[in-house]
């Protein structure tokens, strides 16, 4: 099969052997780990819980969003570069990333988590706003902004302050959402062959609405994530990928302890 943004191979660790993208038809698979075949090498993602993940790639290994025990990560290779969205208690947790990050581990973070970090971290963390470009380890990182659109959501992720991140290799293109309503900048994607979307109510957004998102800048395949709200606000992930058209939706196991 010839290897393109829209149409590559991937292979799935829960699953036995390999299976094809089908682009056009929106699908859900509930899988723990996969990995897929990139012209640069692999690059498999192994959900860690909510809105924390990690990724193994042909550039090291990099994990996105650390909070909880630092035991969550032991089965994995230590990280190599860690991402940070923003500040909130579930995607960012000082002493998880003290516990986790190496001497030579690379830390990128929105400014406002950048301004909390430990002096130790900081020496050895980039800070990087909306619209910010960088490059480390071979990897071409875009900031994306992240916030609410809502009226009455506003004050939990304004305008300016958090990220979501484009990660590309060699043209193998990945977004991380981060908390998020769909923005203009969401829509605007362009070639991006694995997205996580976050959802939640009152924090972000419903299924319908990140079905919406997904559906205007249509990756190759999307992870719904972070979907445990509040007062009634969790959201149903088949329900988005019901909505979902011309994207493979992948489940993911995020939630390995439940919903509590």
Known sequence: ?????????????????????????????????????????????????????????????IYVDTVGDADLYSDFPAPDLILITHEHGDHYNAETLTALAGEETQ???????????????????????????GEMMGIAIDAIPAHNTTEDRMNFHPEGRDNGYVLDWGGFRMYISGDTEVTDEMRALENIDVAFVCMNLPFTMGAEQAAEGVNAFQPAVVYPYHY?????????????????????????????????
């Open 107 to 133: 830390i990128v973070t929105n400014p406002a988590v950048f301004d909390m970090l430990p002096e130790e971290l900081a020496s050895r963390a980039t800070s990087m706003a909306n619209g910010d470009s």
């Open 1 to 61: 099969m010839t290897q393109t943004r829209r149409t590559f191979l991937v292979s799935a660790a829960a699953l036995a052997g390999g299976t094809t993208i089908m682009p056009f038809a929106a699908m859900a698979q509930d899988q723990t780990s996969n990995t897929f075949e990139t012209e640069a090498g692999p690059v498999t993602v192994h959900p860690v819980e909510h809105a924390s993940f990690v990724l193994e790639t042909p550039s090291g290994t």
């Open 228 to 260: 445990r709200g509040r007062d009634g606000g969790t959201q149903d992930p088949e329900e988005f990928a019901s909505m979902v058209d011309g994207s493979e939706v992948r489940m993911g196991e995020w939630y390995p302890n439940g919903m509590g």
